[in-house]
Nanobody, 123 residues
Framework: QVQLKESGGGLVQAGGSLRLSCAVT????????MAWYRQSPGKRREEREL??????????NYADSVKDRFSIFENSTKNALFLQMNSLKAEDTAVYYC??????????????WGRGTQVASSA
């Protein structure tokens, strides 16, 4: 299993950019996919939205609302995950969470979450 810690959130004017980081510690080899989710104001935890994901072999996918604006990538050692956010809009305002999914040594699945980082984009 892994532990996740986000950083890089903040307040930015609409049209601006931010880069979020997620430090990953633990058994990195157990991870199959890393992702960024977001929880918009007034939404429940169960309503978190998948923003972008990257698999262990490098395949990526994005929510339609962020395609061509956001980019998910990892460093070469895979102990850091990033989300480059460009052309931010007011509707991107949310708490952004780092997420990891994988398998434990006994093959049972796990899901890990960070505590989140706040992103606010003013209109």
């Amino acid at each position: 299993q892994v532990q996740l810690k986000e950083s890089g959130g903040g307040l930015v004017q609409a049209g601006g950019s931010l880069r979020l980081s997620c430090a990953v510690t633990g058994n990195l080899a157990s991870v199959n996919q890393m992702a960024w989710y977001r929880q918009s104001p007034g939404k429940r935890r169960e309503e978190r939205e998948l923003v972008a994901a990257i698999t262990s072999d490098g395949n990526t996918n994005y929510a339609d609302s962020v395609k061509d604006r956001f980019s998910i990538f990892e460093n070469s050692t895979k102990n850091a995950l990033f989300l480059q956010m460009n052309s931010l809009k007011a509707e991107d305002t949310a708490v952004y969470y780092c997420n990891a999914e994988g398998k434990m040594r006994d093959e049972s699945p796990f899901t890990s979450w960070g505590r989140g980082t706040q992103v606010a984009s003013s209109a």
